[in-house]
């Protein structure tokens, strides 16, 4: 299409020359016309154009290729700026804290004397308050392991009260599910996964303490129940042991003196 259009050009201008010249031939003066020299200025003008039309689009392509690494650097960018985003933090994570609940739990089982799994002698307590088939000793016996019993079951009732109060949890997941409705970043979603997770986790510790907790006050409240029936048959056999035995030796009374003879 250029080049036709060079063509064109050149067409033109040497018929424009030739017309300029006839025309002037009838005048009175007649110019000197160098046609040579004319089209030559005609080429050089065109070679020109031609040189301008070359840089305007090694231009056009540089502009190209700017416009092309401004895209890619845009991109690289915004790449970056999303990996920021997803290795981005949780700015509060919902961490909450149950080692101090627990040890408050345990606290609450094995005070004022009694009978809790979490004491580190319970088995030679059990073995002192609940010995088996032994005859009951003293009505102070019986009323102080009742005591303990009783004491056993009321600390386990205020544990499972103490444990079970869920207004600071559920402020917890109302928080966690606020947190997961903004997660903008992989690893945001990550963080909130684990503390899931984790919370997921102590809910099932504080469960196995609570599940613990029963099992012992039935426990001993069925060791009590054993123990009362083994030291009333010990008792029981006992007393009939002593019942069935022979009878003692009865003394003998006489009106009549040693001494005498007969």
Known sequence: ?????????????????????????????????????????????????????????????????????????????????????????????????????????DDLLRREGALAYTLADIDGRLRDNFPGAVPFRSLTDLAERNGKVITTLRNGIVAANRAGRLITDQYTLGDIKTTVAGIKGTQEALEVLATIGVFGTEEQLLTRQHLLSLINMQNVTGLAALQERESAAASLVRIAERDSGPAPARPTYTAIPAWWPY
């Open 1 to 105: 299409m250029r080049r036709k259009t060079l063509r064109c050009l050149v067409v033109l201008c040497v018929c424009g020359s030739l017309a300029w010249g006839g025309r002037s031939a009838g005048a009175t003066v007649v110019p000197v016309v160098d046609i040579p020299h004319t089209i030559e200025t005609i080429l050089h003008y065109i070679a020109r154009l031609k040189e301008i039309a070359q840089k305007a689009q090694m231009i056009s392509n540089q502009v190209k290729d700017a416009r092309d690494q401004y895209t890619q650097i845009r991109n690289q960018v915004e790449q970056i700026q999303r990996q920021l985003q997803a290795l981005k933090k949780l700015e509060h994570p919902n961490w909450r804290e149950v080692a101090s609940l627990s040890g408050v739990l």
